[in-house]
């Protein structure tokens, strides 16, 4: 069913960015996606948190590859450059994106299909080299466009609606991203858009790669009895590790807050904060404890959301490679190539 355009629907003056643009500048076609599912909302909380980022939809990138994931693009930020790829090879189209023109905003949108089986080799490579750009896998379980068998991520245990449940280990994305170096790494659930979206905004902040694992339940094969992906054993598994939020870069704040004492701070926009020191306990930078933390959670049968790992000391592709910093697709032909005595030169150096 090919998707159409959304109806505009005068309402009340809807508040406006400092592009002078409005949520609905930020969407796009209507979805044709089963009613209720948890990628509408995935959805949603993508176009709110580039609306409040003040983002220009035409210095978005934003990729896919194949599944009912892979759709979800087409419902977002209409006005953006959009690529839609093979199946799971979407992390090798952004890789080359990037390396073209470091100068958009990459946001690609995959499922637990396409990243953790077929794509599983791409993911960990963009992983590793720290691509600049967003990474959210919607994570429900099953391979909804192919009637709902088990996916890679599914529990031990975690029926299908039809069959044997599930003998295999998962594969889970964040435990992946600590093993191999992942800079920013947090999960998240299509349903809670109020954690969702502060996330969403600060993965867009980070330099480096940034992965979002969102549990987003399949209401046609996978919201049932016996599923560990379902709206119900989400909403009753679900451990918020930290409140989450996004404050945009501005002239830092500083204050100290007094051990085990309350103090009031004045905020950029003039609000007051009252901040409390808390005791030793969740430390998100310290990769070894995030793993078991995340870990222990596990055996507890819970779901641990939040920002769960941020490292601000990795360098992403194109510090590493010491790029110009305008994209490679605005340079001059005679600059990126440079001739056939430079290109001999470079091939004596490996002889």
Not at 37 to 54: K, M, P, R
Not at 262 to 267: G, P
């Amino acid at each position: 069913m090919p998707s159409i355009v959304k109806p505009f629907i005068p309402l009340s003056p809807l508040p406006k960015n400092e592009l002078g643009l409005t949520v609905r500048d930020y969407e796009g076609a209507m979805s044709t996606l089963c009613a209720g599912c948890g990628h509408d909302s995935v959805t949603a909380a993508i176009s709110h948190a580039f609306f409040e980022l003040s983002t220009p939809p035409h210095r978005i990138a934003k990729l896919s590859g194949i599944g009912c994931s892979s759709k979800t693009p087409t419902y977002f930020v209409r006005g953006a450059h959009g690529f839609n790829s093979a199946h799971g090879r979407m992390a090798t189209i952004a890789t080359g994106a990037n390396a073209a023109n470091r100068e958009l905003t990459y946001i690609g949108i995959s499922g637990d299909g396409d990243s953790l089986s077929i794509g599983l080799g791409h993911l960990l490579h963009a992983m590793r080299r720290n691509i600049n750009m967003v990474y959210v896998i919607e994570n429900n379980g099953v391979y909804g466009l192919t009637k709902g068998q088990l996916s890679a991520s599914a529990d031990i245990g975690s029926a299908p609606k039809k069959g044997e449940a599930n003998h295999l280990a998962p594969i889970d994305p964040i435990l992946m991203g600590l093993a191999l170096g992942a800079t920013f790494l947090a999960r998240s659930f299509s349903g809670d858009k109020e954690q969702l979206i502060p996330i969403l905004k600060a993965a867009i902040a980070h330099n480096g790669f940034a992965l979002i694992d969102v549990i987003s339940p399949c209401v046609t094969f996978n919201d049932h009895e016996g599923s560990t992906k379902s709206y119900r054993f989400v909403r009753e598994h679900e451990v918020k590790e930290i409140e989450s939020d996004f404050v945009p870069i501005h002239v830092p704040i500083r204050e100290r807050i007094p051990q085990d004492d309350a103090k009031a701070v004045t905020m950029h926009d003039g609000s007051v904060l009252r901040f409390r020191s808390v005791p030793d306990g969740y430390d998100p930078s310290e990769r070894s404890s995030v793993e078991e933390y995340v870990r222990d959670r596990q055996s507890r049968g819970e779901i641990a959301t939040g920002i769960l790992y941020v490292s601000e000391s990795g360098q992403e592709l194109h510090d590493l490679n010491q790029t110009p910093t305008t994209g490679l697709n605005a340079i001059p032909f005679d600059r990126l190539c440079p001739g056939a005595e430079e290109l001999r030169q470079l091939q004596d150096d490996f002889r």
